[in-house]
């Protein structure tokens, strides 16, 4: 299976997000996408799963033309999607009956994320980085080969990311695609890294603040403790 995306531009807004962002990924292989804020990582993620139409562009899979691109895609994205008054394995086995369940079952995958004493909680009793783990053990309880992964380091430990790269490692070394926009390292061999760049700023548009150079002393003058006598 080989995904490819050729001269896609993305709108925003009116605004040009990016534009002639090419790449190929083959199975076993996986795309690290970088950018600042507002470069348009989530927004390429949301392209290659179908909900956003490129500007200009396009996006092919190749491989069994018996399955559809939403049979084929995993998304792990900002916004996980869990229902929050269902228990973690409530929450796991919906999707499995949604999107068809992969050879690991629910709890071979929370123990693998490391959340098997989880598995009865209800997903709004769970902090943020225990959230962000059962999005990865959705990903591997249900049959997806191509892995869509918005920030999935985000919010978890450091111990959680090693963790992260590890099963990461392993969905690569079985045949699976993975394009993972991230602000930090995940530590993936072999990966292709995207970088996009800083989204044009349009005439009119104010600097930001940070670039201004007289703006580090006025933080330091707005947070400076005041000082007795003064
Ligand atoms: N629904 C929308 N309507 C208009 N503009 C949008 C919409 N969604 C996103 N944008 C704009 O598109 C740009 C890219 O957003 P996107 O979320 O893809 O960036 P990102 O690189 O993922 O950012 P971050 O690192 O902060 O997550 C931003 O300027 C954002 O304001």
Redesign the pocket.
Known sequence: MILTASNLSCR??G?L?FRDISFRVASGSALVVT?D???????LIAMIAGLLTPAEGEIALSGDPEQTPGELIGLMAHRDGLKPSLTVQENLSWARNLLGASAMDIDEALLAVGLSHAIAMPVEHLSAGQRRRVSLARLLSCSRPIWLMDEPAGALDQRAIRGLTGLMQRHLAEGGIIVA?T?QPLGIDDAQTLH?AP?PVDAGDEEPFWEDDDCEDELLMGYAPARAGQ
């Open positions: 925003r807004g605004r997000i950018g804020n507002g470069a348009g990582k989530s927004s926009a602000h996009l989204p």
